[in-house]
């Protein structure tokens, strides 16, 4: 069993930046492929950037490119969301997840169905 909690949400303003936080249990963490999620109100949960299991491959949607960076701490069993150049539409609760098996995850890395463990999420709300 996996258990992520994520950090670091709140309030900015447009332009601001904000620094997300996911910690996780298990003794494996360094295997895990990992991915930020962010589902807006009344939209779907969508995709915001993954990074593979050594760090070594890092995929960004094309709405988030240049102004978001992944990175995780395998030590801290932590991954991060670094998010600058914050905008309104960034508004959403932010989740991450875990592929605990990611033999296909370079693939399918944008794909809900790729990850088996979910956090509870972070509000990140942006005003204009």
């Known amino acids: 069993q996996v258990q992520l909690v994520e950090s670091g949400g709140g309030l900015v303003q447009a332009g601001g930046s904000l620094r997300l936080s996911c910690a996780a249990s298990?003794?494996?963490?360094?295997?895990?492929?990992m991915g930020w999620f962010r589902q807006a109100p009344g939209k779907e949960r969508e995709f915001v950037a993954g990074?593979?299991?050594?760090?070594?491959?890092?995929y960004f949607a094309d709405s988030v490119k240049g102004r978001f960076t992944i990175s995780r701490d395998n030590a801290k069993n932590t991954v991060y969301l670094q998010m600058n150049s914050l905008k309104p539409e960034d508004t959403a609760v932010y989740y991450c997840?875990?592929?605990?098996?990611?033999?296909?995850?370079?693939?399918?890395?944008?794909?809900?169905?790729?990850?088996?463990?979910w956090g509870q999420g972070t509000q990140v709300t942006v005003s204009s």
């Open positions: 997840a875990a592929d605990t098996l990611p033999q296909r995850w370079e693939t399918y890395y944008y794909s809900l169905r790729a990850y088996d463990y």
């Open positions: 298990g003794q494996t963490f360094t295997t895990y492929a």
């Open positions: 990074i593979s299991w050594s760090g070594g491959g890092t």
